[in-house]
């Protein structure tokens, strides 16, 4: 595996990405959240370049990861792992006491992966079900 760094970035950088990944027929506003602003947005850079973005949101003592998205090209080689076990180590760092998430159905055994379990709440968006899954630190 090429070497990485994982640092903050700005939303701006975030927005391509996660337009690219998820919603690419949509407008780019369609990617945008109105919590933006409120949130802690990381990326994992290879050779300068930007190719995977995850946006952390803390309220109190919970915190909700939000816009996980790898470019395709750079799926299924591990950075997704890499990106979201040091969103994990953040909450951990910063004595969250849950850490959660509205994962796409499709995506359930990855986020188990992570010590995220399923909760009963299940709901429809954009065509796509989804599940709220979570950890619990303490
Ligand atoms: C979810 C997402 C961010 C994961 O990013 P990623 O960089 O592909 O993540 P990883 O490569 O670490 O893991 C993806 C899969 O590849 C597997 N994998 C990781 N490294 C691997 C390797 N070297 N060889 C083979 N498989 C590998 C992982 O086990 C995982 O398998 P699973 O999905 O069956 O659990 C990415 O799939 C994505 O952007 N999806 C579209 C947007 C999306 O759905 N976002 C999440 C909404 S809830």
Request: glycine share 6%; with cysteine.
């Amino acid at each position: 595996m090429p070497s990485y760094t994982i640092k903050q970035i700005t939303i701006e950088e975030a927005l391509p990405i996660r337009h690219k990944v998820m919603w690419p027929n949509e407008t780019i506003d369609y990617v945008r959240l109105p919590e933006d602003d409120e949130g802690t947005h990381y990326g994992l850079i290879i050779d300068s370049n930007l190719i995977a973005v995850i946006s952390l949101f803390i309220k109190g003592k919970e915190a909700q990861f939000r816009k996980f998205a790898t470019l395709h090209e750079y799926q299924g080689k591990g950075y997704g792992t890499i990106l979201l076990n040091a969103i994990m180590n953040i909450a951990a760092e910063n004595n969250l006491t849950r850490i959660w998430c509205n994962a796409r159905t499709s995506k359930t055994n990855f986020y188990a992966k992570f010590n995220m379990q399923l909760t009963p709440v299940e709901f429809i968006k954009g065509g796509l079900n989804y599940v709220i899954m979570e950890r619990n630190f303490h």
